[in-house]
């Protein structure tokens, strides 16, 4: 009675931007990862941050579960409705409020995608440079604390959101952080609410940091005769105090899945993409300086590029390597993972992984943002056989169990969503009883995306 009670009463709210077909619901439940189909009760398409504060009202009132929703592209299952409830979907919050080219900021509504503010910043000569390769929204990026491929040089969303607003699970509308660069002025709320998963709140607005579009780029690829002499050139090259703006490794198995699917001809080997931002001057003092570290690795097949169409092609290769793993075995699922450890640790974690997939008897092509320590693995089974997926769940289990032993983390950016929950303890210790606490102390009820991220205790 409740749902339909919150049906009706938010109906005379937002009139047909309230949704209850059956195929809107399982749109909104469906996943990119393993995790079945969620659906919520109903979904709601908010234009403003005053409906956004009048939906959460009145489930607030009525108890009912709340889950915010961008372009569903998140991996641990963070934006499904695991209690039901309401899913907000901001994609009619897509505005650019405000650019300042002086400032290097701007404000934007959590349903604008990182490619759509691109597009927009293309004639002030500035860039959000933020890439987790799905074209995902902002919002769902701050809530998730999404990084990506340009992390190594420009960091996670961490850095980039100066200030929120934010729908509290009450209604109320709070603001975080300013336009300064720096502040020491109370708790830093805006660093709470990014990568809280819409646990603490609704974001319905951003303000973020800008950066300057390089004046030239270049980017390479190149193969190596180990994984752990493709990671020494990694290490070397950070240690040199090169900076690159992306540094990614794919092993022999990713590169043998993008070579069928997009008809490359990639020696099978694993593989560095490298590329430089910067001056003319600078971009070629630094390519030069990595081809020499590579050179003494073992590289070969370097292939450099300052094209723009050329380096497209390569980054369209790396982003798609998700779905030319998928399809490299035909039916298959993937229960895909990630884990982060120092840098110093990385060769010793991907020889460990590899050895555990190796031996299980399902296939697990790795790929990672290696400049910052970060792993990831697409374990595919065959979805009707239960065996495997058991097995891939060990093999996810014992990935995060290694990446705490060498002192990491169990997700560098995929999050903590529900599929990470049971390694929350192992991690934070007695620090997940506080973030439990602080989500208690904003959501008494429980009700904003219920599941996720904090002891479950009730």
Same mark, same amino acid.
């Given at each position: 009675m409740t749902m339909h009670q919150a049906i009706a009463e938010l109906?005379?709210?937002?009139?047909?931007?309230?949704?209850?077909?059956?195929?809107?619901?399982?749109?909104?439940?469906?996943?990119?990862?393993?995790?079945?189909?969620?659906?919520?009760?109903?979904?709601?398409?908010?234009?403003?941050?005053?409906?956004?504060?009048?939906?959460?009202?009145?489930?607030?009132?009525?108890?009912?579960?709340?889950?915010?929703?961008?372009?569903?592209?998140?991996?641990?299952?963070?934006?499904?409705?695991?209690?039901g409830g309401v899913a907000v979907d901001f994609s009619r919050m897509t505005r650019v409020l405000r650019v300042s080219a002086d400032d290097m900021d701007c404000t934007v509504q959590p349903g604008l995608t990182r490619t759509g503010l691109n597009e927009a910043l293309k004639a002030?000569?500035?860039?959000?440079?933020?890439?987790?390769?799905?074209?995902?929204?902002? !919002?769902?990026?701050?809530?998730?604390?999404?990084?990506?491929?340009?992390?190594?040089?420009?960091?996670?969303?961490?850095?980039?959101?100066? !200030?929120?607003?934010?729908?509290?699970?009450?209604?109320?509308?709070?603001?975080t952080g300013s336009r300064a660069r720096k502040s020491a002025s109370g708790y830093d709320l805006t660093g709470l609410f990014v990568g809280s998963e819409g646990t603490l709140g609704l974001i319905t607005e951003l303000t973020l940091r800008l950066h300057g579009q390089p004046e030239a780029v270049s980017t390479a690829t190149c193969a190596f005769p180990s994984d752990a002499a493709a990671i020494d050139t990694v290490m070397a090259c950070i240690q040199h105090g090169l900076?690159?703006?992306?540094?990614?490794?794919?092993?022999?198995?990713?590169?043998?899945?993008?070579?069928?699917?997009? !008809?490359l001809g990639l020696p099978q080997a694993p593989h560095l993409l490298v590329e430089f931002h910067g001056t003319e001057a600078g971009v070629a003092e630094e390519t030069a300086a990595f081809g020499e570290l590579a050179a003494e690795g073992g590289a070969e097949g370097f292939r450099w590029s300052s094209l723009p169409e050329e380096?497209?092609?390569?980054?369209?290769?790396?982003?798609?390597?998700?779905?030319?793993?998928?399809?490299?075995?035909?039916?298959?699922?993937?229960?895909?993972?990630?884990?982060?450890?120092?840098?110093?640790?990385?060769?010793?974690?991907?020889?460990?992984?590899?050895?555990?997939?190796?031996?299980?008897?399902?296939?697990?092509?790795?790929?990672?943002?290696?400049?910052?320590?970060?792993?990831?693995?697409?374990?595919?089974?065959?979805p009707d056989r239960p065996e495997e997926w058991e097995t891939a769940e060990r093999l996810a289990e014992r990935m995060a169990d290694r990446a705490l032993r060498l002192g990491g983390t169990v997700t560098g950016e995929h999050g903590v969503g529900m599929g990470k929950l049971k390694h929350m303890a192992a991690e934070h210790g007695a620090a997940w009883g506080v973030m439990g606490a602080i989500k208690r102390a904003l959501d008494p009820t429980g009700l904003l995306n219920p599941g996720k991220v904090v002891p479950q205790d009730r």
């Open positions: 109906g005379h709210v937002l009139g047909p931007r309230l949704v209850t077909a059956r195929a809107e619901l399982e749109a909104h439940g469906a996943s990119e990862s393993h995790f079945p189909l969620t659906p919520p009760d109903a979904v709601v398409y908010p234009e403003s941050t005053e409906e956004v504060a009048e939906v959460v009202r009145h489930c607030a009132r009525l108890g009912v579960p709340v889950v915010g929703w961008g372009v569903g592209t998140s991996l641990e299952g963070h934006a499904l409705a695991a209690q002030t000569g500035l860039m959000f440079p933020v890439d987790p390769g799905a074209d995902a929204t902002i !919002g769902g990026m701050a809530a998730c604390r999404a990084s990506g491929t340009t992390a190594v040089r420009y960091g996670t969303m961490r850095e980039q959101v100066l !200030g929120l607003e934010v729908v509290l699970a009450s209604g109320e509308v709070i603001r900076s690159p703006a992306r540094i990614e490794y794919m092993d022999a198995e990713s590169v043998a899945a993008v070579n069928a699917r997009e !008809g380096r497209s092609t390569l980054w369209k290769m790396r982003h798609g390597a998700y779905w030319a793993i998928v399809a490299s075995r035909p039916g298959a699922r993937a229960i895909v993972t990630d884990l982060c450890v120092p840098i110093s640790r990385l060769a010793e974690a991907i020889a460990e992984t590899r050895a555990d997939i190796a031996a299980s008897g399902i296939p697990g092509p790795l790929v990672g943002h290696v400049g910052d320590g970060n792993v990831h693995a697409a374990l595919l089974v065959d």
